[in-house]
């Protein structure tokens, strides 16, 4: 067991360690940034809280004696009333909360055209460009529909952009340097969102019950069988948040 005790560990960069089981009394935590981070079934006491920002899935919350999600998940709904469209339960649901989504960033990609090639390369407070968000729903797309769901063993594109935490592999890589412009992006883009509609158009649902046949190749996911509704709520959440990311950075680029 490693002990810092009366250390000075400011400035200091954790990158892929594992705190597990690990005490901490009386740290100062000012100013420094978490990402990707798992912090299931941690206890906080006598904690000052303030000024903080926290965005991530939260369930099971309590502060001070109140378990907060529940009031997080209705807040969330009523500022934005199609969220709950995202959560449907039968097929006619799916198509509908796809619908929705196609609305929604038709709008977000119509704002995107007022903005430089620069600004939309450009990374917001350390997150993806508005152009690396696109590549990532390409991957995910790519990942849980054609890989998961019609089985596809390498279905990748070579923009598609991966999550920082996963490693290039077989198949797929980041393409680090890559600058495509908004319309090579959104021509690979356009193919996969088809791949959906046209998946859930003739959804049943038998089918979206059914598990899905584990495909015998490396990549992501890891090959096994998923339930087709947890796949494609997946994919809703993803295009749902990024699409909120996406907004929420164009405010800022706005600002300035």
């Known amino acids: 067991m490693n002990e810092f005790v009366d250390a000075d560990l400011r400035g200091a960069r954790f990158e892929n360690v594992d705190l597990s ?6 740290v100062h935590f000012d100013d420094a940034q ?6 299931s079934r941690v206890v906080m006491r006598g904690v000052d809280l303030i000024d903080v920002d926290i965005h991530g899935e939260i369930e099971n919350l309590v502060i001070n004696g109140v378990d907060v999600a529940p009031l997080i998940e209705a807040e969330l709904d ?4 199609e969220r709950a469209k995202m959560r449907p339960t039968e097929p006619d649901g ?3 909360a796809w619908h929705v989504l196609d609305r929604l960033w038709e709008g977000t990609i119509d704002r995107a055209r007022g903005f430089t090639p620069d600004q939309l390369h450009e990374s917001v407070n350390g997150e993806w460009s508005f152009i690396e968000t696109l590549r990532h729903l390409t991957f995910a ?6 890989r998961v769901i019609l089985g596809e063993a390498s279905p990748w594109h070579q923009l598609g952009l991966p999550f920082d935490e996963f490693p290039d592999g077989p198949g797929f890589s980041r393409a680090h340097d890559a600058r495509p412009s908004l319309d090579e992006v959104l021509d690979v883009r356009r193919e996969r969102t088809t791949t959906v509609r046209d998946y859930l158009e003739h959804l049943t649902d038998e089918g ?19 339930p087709v509704r947890t796949c494609l709520l997946i994919v809703l959440n993803e295009e749902w948040q990024h699409r909120l990311y ?5 405010d800022v680029l706005d600002d300035r």
């Open 21 to 26: 089981g690990a005490e901490l009394r009386r």
């Open 34 to 39: 978490f990402r990707a981070v798992d912090l």
């Open 78 to 81: 009523r500022r934005h009333p």
């Open 94 to 96: 799916f198509r509908e």
């Open 141 to 146: 797309t790519d990942s849980w529909v054609r």
């Open 208 to 226: 979206l019950d059914a598990q899905t046949t584990p495909v015998d190749a490396p990549g992501w996911p890891p090959p096994k069988s998923y």
């Open 246 to 250: 996406a907004e929420r950075d164009f």
